[in-house]
Structure formats: structure tokens, C-alpha cells
């Protein structure tokens, strides 16, 4: 009996430090991958999900499709030029399929973000057509080309994305809408849907989704299983996502089950 009970105690105290890693690992990642986990503990999937079910319960994490994210990073926002060298190469090559679907005499908008950056930079030079953007660097850029007609939506100009957001944006939005929409994103979680870290940049997002005849997600693989703070919508909102080839089978597969369509750029 006695010996039973160290082993059960035994037991609980490798769960109990398991658990301890799984959380500093999160603190200094801010994402973790279940099947990453396993390898790394030598156990089964089965017996990490517990684990960061568990540490759910306990408000040490939040679950997301296929791991779990740190809540601290909910918020976190990092800077316009913090993220243009992230997987510089995959959002070229999302930025330049994205490009191709804009089609003689469409009015397009063009969200802000390093990845729709991308798509601007990539703009055909053999048609004419209409941008509209909320991001004042992105109407610079746009301006240079003869082609194009480029209108900003005002408002609010938030430093650290250099979008523009609140009423003043809602106000320009209103009798406006657009053949196809591109919008970055900073999670894409099947569960959670498409966030950002500003709620103020959510709720323009969603209406430019409502104004749009047709809406491409643009992100990279990085940006899946990720939870922002601010949703925009579902997934099942919006009419396509363009990553690129780095996004795991097993989530394009779970992916492949909405009515979304999914391309992959090859970098």
C-alpha cells in the first residue's frame, strides 16, 4: 500500500513539473505545439493535452488548435518594423499571388500590415484599378504607381501599425464598398477565428469584410494557431486565405474542412 502511494505521489510530482516546464517554455515562446511537447517529454499527445487543459483550468494559458498560446500575449503588439523582417521571403511570395487576383477596373482594399505591404509592392502594372487603404504608408507607396487611383480612409492614426482606425475611419467607410479585400492579420485560430491586438482595428476590419464582395486573408504560416486580443471574425467570414508552403498538412487539412478556399504561395 505504502509502495502504491510513493508511486502515485511520484507520479504527480513529474506531472506537476512537467506542467512547471510547459509554462516557462510558453513564458519564453509564447506559443506552444502539442506535438512538440511530446517529443520533448517523451509522452503521448493524449497526455499533453491533459496537461494544457489543466493549465487552462488554472488560467495559465489559453488553448488554441493544435497547443496553446501564453494569455500575457493576447495584447502584445509588436511594431510595424519589428515584423517587416519576419519571414520576410514567405510574405513576398504571399504578397505577389495576392496581387494577381486584382483584375482590370476593381476597387480593392488594401489593408494595413507588413504582409499586405507585400501585395503593393506586387500591384499589376498592365490594368487600372482603384486602392483604397487605411495605412498611410501604404497610400505613399501606392501613389507612385501611374495605374492606380489610390484613396485613404481617415481617422486615427495608430503609431505602432500605422493604421488609421475610429469614428473618422467608420464615417469614411459609409456608402463605400469593393470588389475584393485583402486584410493581414496577427492570429488565424479555427476555434477563435481571425484576431488582431487592437479591438479599435478589429472592428474597422470587420467592416470592411462587410463592404467587400469578396475577402483574401493574407498571413503567413506563423499567424496560424495564434489568438490575438481583438476578433475580427470567423474564419468561415471571409472567401480565402493565401499563406504559404511552411503551414503544417495536419491544420491545412483541418482548414480544408470550411468553405475557404486555401493557397499556398511556394517560397
Known amino acids: ?37 511530446s517529443e520533448t517529454f517523451a509522452v503521448s499527445s493524449m497526455t499533453i493535452r491533459n496537461d494544457l487543459n489543466a493549465l487552462a483550468e488554472q488560467g495559465q494559458l489559453m488553448r488554441v488548435h493544435g497547443g496553446a498560446i501564453s494569455r500575457q500575449w493576447l495584447t502584445a503588439e509588436p511594431s510595424y518594423h519589428d515584423k517587416a523582417d519576419i519571414n520576410r521571403a514567405e510574405k513576398e511570395e504571399i504578397g505577389r499571388q495576392a496581387a494577381g487576383l486584382i483584375e482590370e ?49 481617415g481617422g486615427y492614426l495608430r503609431e505602432v501599425s500605422l493604421a488609421m482606425i475610429g469614428r473618422l475611419a467608420h464615417q469614411a467607410l459609409k456608402g463605400i464598398y469593393f470588389d475584393l479585400a485583402f486584410l493581414g492579420v496577427n492570429g488565424i485560430s ?17 467592416e470592411i469584410i462587410e463592404r467587400s464582395q469578396r475577402t483574401v486573408i493574407v498571413a503567413d504560416h506563423a499567424k496560424f494557431g495564434v489568438v490575438a486580443h481583438g476578433k475580427i471574425a470567423d474564419i468561415t ?30 517560397v
Open 1 to 37: 500500500m505504502n509502495s502504491q502511494r510513493k508511486a502515485t505521489n511520484r507520479q504527480h510530482m513529474l506531472t506537476e513539473q512537467r506542467r512547471q516546464v510547459i509554462l516557462e517554455q510558453l513564458h519564453s515562446r509564447k506559443a506552444v505545439k502539442t506535438s512538440e511537447l
Open 105 to 153: 477596373g476593381m476597387a480593392v482594399f488594401i489593408g494595413n500590415g507588413t504582409t499586405t505591404m507585400e501585395i503593393i509592392k506586387h500591384l499589376p502594372q498592365d490594368r487600372h484599378f482603384r486602392v483604397f487603404t487605411n495605412a498611410l504608408n501604404h497610400a505613399l507607396e501606392v501613389s507612385q504607381l501611374p495605374q492606380a487611383e489610390v484613396f485613404v480612409v
Open 190 to 206: 479555427i476555434d477563435y477565428g481571425l484576431t488582431i491586438p487592437s479591438l479599435e482595428e478589429a472592428e474597422v476590419a470587420a
Open 237 to 266: 467570414d471571409i472567401d480565402a486565405i493565401i499563406t504559404d508552403s511552411g503551414l503544417d498538412p495536419r491544420l491545412l487539412n483541418s482548414l480544408s474542412n470550411l468553405d475557404v478556399e486555401i493557397n499556398t504561395a511556394m
